[in-house]
């Protein structure tokens, strides 16, 4: 299984910019994750939504996660954007702690680009 992320682009330090990730099965049934990955680092969850939500310490505040059940999508709403919020994000299937399913596979994700 392969979600899609959309929604990226370039954005100047403090802008906003609304991720979304979609599926073909009904998403509300699942737990999802976003995730990141910088050039020269490791790929790292950012957010994931259960009936809850987590945020990674670094984007708590200025991040919101959320279900669009009209639209059978995952948001993620990134305020405040920080240059080190630069990288192509991701989205995924994950278990209840945030850890993504073996059983899917990383899509193309989208470029977040945080520049003046």
């Known amino acids: 299984v392969q979600l899609v992320a959309s929604g990226g682009g370039l954005v100047q330090p403090g802008g906003s910019l609304r991720l979304s990730c979609a599926a073909s099965?009904?998403?509300?049934?699942?737990?999802i994750g976003w995730f990141r990955q910088a050039p020269g680092k490791e790929r790292e969850i950012v957010s994931y939504?259960?009936?809850?939500?987590y945020y990674e310490p670094s984007v708590k505040g200025r991040f919101t996660i959320s279900r669009d059940n009209a639209k059978n999508t995952i948001e993620l709403q990134m305020n405040s954007l920080k240059p080190e919020d630069t990288a192509v994000y991701y989205c995924r299937r994950v278990d209840g702690i945030g850890v993504p399913y073996d059983t899917d596979s990383w899509g193309q994700g989208t470029q977040v680009t945080v520049s003046s």
């Open positions: 099965f009904p998403m509300d049934d699942w737990n």
């Open positions: 939504i259960t009936s809850g939500a």
